[in-house]
């Protein structure tokens, strides 16, 4: 389990969607742009921020470096009122590396691969692709960030990288940190070893 200071809280934004997130298309590492809903839910997300924090421009805003997720920083730090430019990167906040699965549909994997989907079946969270990381490898990489973190953050990144964080910081098990819901619509708050969202 890795904590954050109990004073410190992390305003979570998944990218918005893409094209390929909206045909269960695998994308990992792969750089997908957003599509106009996804550019919709951006710009939503920044004025919910505007809405909910009133001291953002003293925090640090980092993002994972995909295209995906600074289009949708650029976007809501504009929402919300600020330039934008004005955020940092880290290569630690990057999606799960889907490996050989990259640019797979979730529905053709059990024909393309169905050792590899029966594997993922019975271990999700510790199961890794060819050439890719599991959720287990997310987690370590997600939570050094993590440990870093001394301020309030704002962060944009992926759906694995949310639910990694949530493994960690609400002591998850194994099982339930794969499963856990990532909305694209709103701002997850992690606080205190709790999570709302807005």
């Known amino acids: 389990m890795s904590n954050l200071a109990h004073d410190i809280t992390l305003y979570f934004i998944r990218h918005g969607e893409t094209d390929w997130n909206r045909l269960r298309r695998l994308q990992g590492q792969m750089d997908i742009p957003l599509n106009d809903t996804g550019r919709l839910q951006a710009a939503r997300n920044g004025r919910a921020l505007r809405e909910i924090v009133s001291d953002a421009e003293a925090m640090p805003f980092v993002a994972s ?19 934008r430019n004005g955020y940092q990167t880290d290569d630690r906040l990057r999606e799960v590396h889907y490996g050989s699965w990259e640019g797979v549909y979730l ?36 939570g050094a960030w993590l440990s ?34 990532v909305p694209q619509d709103r701002i997850m708050i992690l606080r205190s070893g709790h999570v709302s969202w807005a």
């Open 65 to 83: 470096p995909m295209l995906r997720t600074a289009e949708t920083m650029e976007i809501l730090r504009e929402a919300a009122g600020f330039p």
């Open 107 to 142: 529905t053709e994997v059990a024909k393309t691969d169905p050792a590899g989907y029966a594997e993922r079946k019975a271990n999700k969270y510790r199961w890794r692709p060819r050439g890719g990381e599991s959720y287990a490898d997310l987690s370590v990489r997600a």
């Open 148 to 181: 870093e973190i001394t301020q309030d953050t704002i962060v944009v990144s992926h759906g694995g990288v949310s639910r990694v964080l949530r493994g960690l910081l609400l002591d998850l098990a194994e099982a339930e940190i794969p499963v856990l819901e």
